[in-house]
Nanobody, 113 residues
């Protein structure tokens, strides 16, 4: 059984940075396609970044140029580096194993103006 555990959320001022981490635990021989979603109150869930098993990265237009998704295959970790944060980035961020329905418990990111 695979589990995803996020960490690294918190409160930051606009313009600041945060790095979210996602630990992939359980029976997984390699990291498949992974993504970071976010859900803000009253808004639809948004896939902000994903990385395929081959390492190809894609970003939502809303975060392009500010967020970077990466992974450490040896450590079974996936990261989301967020820079130039805006109040609109405030949301709960979820790590997802794409195509499997497996996701973490979420970590809150709050950006103050």
């Amino acid at each position: 059984q695979v589990q995803l555990v996020e960490s690294g959320g918190g409160l930051v001022q606009a313009g600041g940075s945060l790095r979210l981490s996602c630990a992939v635990a359980g029976s997984v021989s390699s990291i498949p396609a992974m993504g970071w979603y976010r859900q803000a109150p009253g808004k639809e869930r948004e896939l902000v970044a994903r990385i395929t098993s081959g390492g190809t990265r894609n970003y939502a237009n809303s975060v392009k140029g500010r967020f970077t998704i990466s992974r450490d295959i040896a450590k079974n970790m996936v990261y989301l580096q967020m820079s130039s944060l805006k109040p609109d980035d405030t949301a709960v961020y979820y790590c997802n194993m794409l195509g499997t329905g497996v996701r973490g418990q979420g970590t809150q990111v709050t950006v103050s103006s």
